[in-house]
């Protein structure tokens, strides 16, 4: 604490020196514990970066050489799942939409090739016959089974 008289103190300092009264009051003044837990926690952060910074030098080499790309494809999941996912998803939109692409391509491409053939005569008339009984080929009408010149079984009179 300050032991020159109050009205002597900057107002910034006076402002500091009630709020740390209020928090000595309330019981939330920093102790040498925090401290400690502070500075271990900024150690580990240091040390993680170094170690990260390492990983991710091979990480880099890992993609150069393909007999490492699972490993490469692994690591980059680990270290970068968020990036991971956004470039997941693209590599899946992007093949979708190629495929859809090369899909309609193609089927313009052979429309030509499927349509059928034109024709190189126009097509035959077909003569239509005067009436719908059928014509033997003995020359009688009749049907089919019966001998020429006699009436049909439907029409003759039994006995």
């Not at 109050?6 to 102790?31: D, K, N």
């Not at 968020?82 to 193609?106: E, P, Q």
């Not at 049907?143 to 439907?154: I, N, R, S, T």
């Amino acid at each position: 604490m300050d032991s020159r008289p109050v009205s002597s103190l900057s107002p910034r300092s006076l402002l500091r020196q009630r709020e740390l009264e209020l928090a000595r009051r309330l019981g939330r003044w920093e102790t040498a514990e925090d401290r400690l837990l502070v500075r271990e926690h900024q150690t580990r952060q240091v040390l993680a970066k170094a170690g990260r910074g390492g990983a991710i030098g091979l990480l880099v080499v890992a993609w150069f050489v393909p007999l490492l790309w699972p490993f490469a494809l692994l690591g980059s999941l680990r270290m970068f799942p968020r990036t991971s996912r956004r470039v997941a998803l693209g590599v899946v939109g992007g093949g979708a939409l190629s495929l859809t692409a090369l899909v309609l391509l193609l089927g313009l491409l052979t429309r030509p090739l499927l349509s059928p053939p034109e024709p190189s005569l126009p097509p035959a008339a077909v003569p239509s016959l005067p009436s719908a009984a059928p014509v033997l080929p003995s020359g009688s009408i009749g049907l089919p089974g019966e001998a020429p010149g006699q009436a049909p079984a439907a029409i003759r009179s039994p006995g």
